[in-house]
């Protein structure tokens, strides 16, 4: 049974959310004390948290990069906040997804189920295990990994599936639509600056291994792998 925690001070709506995602066959943990979230994080282990931004004490930004230190899992936004800068700094402070109250709790579940599948892959197939050599770098994309000559990272779900769609297209450029195709499908619109702010993550994971400068940005296209000392063929 995969484990939901929720990280929302409205007792009501973190009741209603709680009975509506367990009658779908899941665990589900609401934080009680928010003056000790990450102990209640580690505690419980979860498979996903759904974060409020608004909370006691330190804000949804705070705990989000906090519990990036330590977890890959997929962390989604939901609060009344529907101001662009809002989605960014989620996303940037480590966020997969954001959803705006009020929301429709057919729309959460299918966000849970979905971002579940890229985490884990539930409905995958169990087979060996896929590794990608590209460039110089390889990706682990089940693990979420990147190697990088010596060095290794951890990735979060949307950094691993760009990284994935680079190395795939390789040395041809990834589209900027493909892009939000294969990380954003269930969705009908998404702000450009979604995108840019997961492409600045990317870069930074990739100069963390030592790959510095490594995505390329093609005006009017898209963007390309670009490691040093790799020939494109």
Same mark, same amino acid.
């Given at each position: 049974?995969?484990?939901?925690?929720?990280?929302?001070?409205?007792?009501?709506?973190?009741?209603?959310?709680?009975?509506?995602?367990?009658?779908?066959?899941?665990?589900?943990?609401k934080?009680?004390?928010?003056?000790?979230?990450?102990?209640?994080?580690?505690?419980?282990?979860?498979?996903l948290?759904?974060?409020?931004?608004?909370?006691?004490?330190?804000?949804g930004?705070?705990?989000?990069?906090q519990?990036?230190?330590?977890?890959?899992?997929?962390?989604?936004?939901?609060?009344?906040?529907?101001? *662009?800068?809002?989605q960014v700094?989620?996303?940037?402070?480590?966020?997969?997804?954001?959803?705006?109250?009020p929301?429709?709790?057919?729309?959460?579940?299918a966000?849970?189920?979905?971002?579940?599948?890229?985490?884990?892959?539930?409905? =995958?197939?169990?087979?060996e295990? +896929?590794?990608?050599?590209?460039?110089?770098?390889?990706?682990?994309?089940?693990?979420?990994?990147?190697?990088?000559? *010596?060095?290794?990272?951890?990735?979060?779900?949307?950094?691993?599936?760009?990284?994935?769609?680079?190395?795939?297209?390789?040395?041809?450029?990834?589209? +900027?639509?493909?892009?939000? *195709?294969?990380?954003?499908?269930?969705?009908?619109?998404?702000?450009?600056?979604?995108?840019?702010v997961?492409?600045?993550?990317?870069?930074?994971?990739?100069?963390?291994?030592? =790959?510095?400068?490594?995505? *390329?940005?093609?005006?009017?296209?898209?963007?390309?792998?670009?490691?040093p000392?790799?020939?494109?063929?």
């Open positions: 049974m995969q484990k939901i925690m929720i990280i929302e001070d409205d007792a009501k709506i973190a009741g209603l959310l709680q009975a509506y995602i367990e009658k779908y066959g899941f665990d589900v943990y934080i009680a004390n928010f003056d000790c979230v990450l102990d209640e994080f580690h505690a419980y282990k979860p498979d948290v759904l974060l409020d931004i608004n909370l006691p004490s330190f804000d930004f705070y705990w989000c990069r519990i990036r230190k330590d977890s890959i899992c997929p962390v989604l936004f939901i609060s009344a906040r529907d101001g *662009e800068m809002d700094m989620a996303l940037e402070n480590g966020g997969d997804d954001y959803i705006t109250k929301f429709y709790y057919e729309v959460v579940m966000k849970i189920r979905s971002h579940l599948r890229r985490a884990y892959g539930e409905y =995958a197939v169990k087979a295990e +896929r590794i990608l050599h590209t460039a110089g770098l390889i990706l682990y994309p089940e693990r979420m990994e990147l190697a990088y000559e *010596e060095a290794m990272t951890v990735l979060t779900a949307k950094e691993a599936a760009i990284i994935e769609m680079l190395m795939e297209r390789y040395p041809r450029v990834a589209s +900027r639509e493909a892009l939000l *195709e294969k990380l954003w499908d269930n969705q009908t619109y998404v702000d450009e600056n979604t995108l840019n997961n492409i600045t993550r990317v870069r930074k994971k990739l100069q963390e291994v030592g =790959a510095v400068d490594a995505v *390329e940005t093609v005006r009017g296209a898209g963007y390309r792998l670009n490691v000392g790799e020939e494109k063929r």
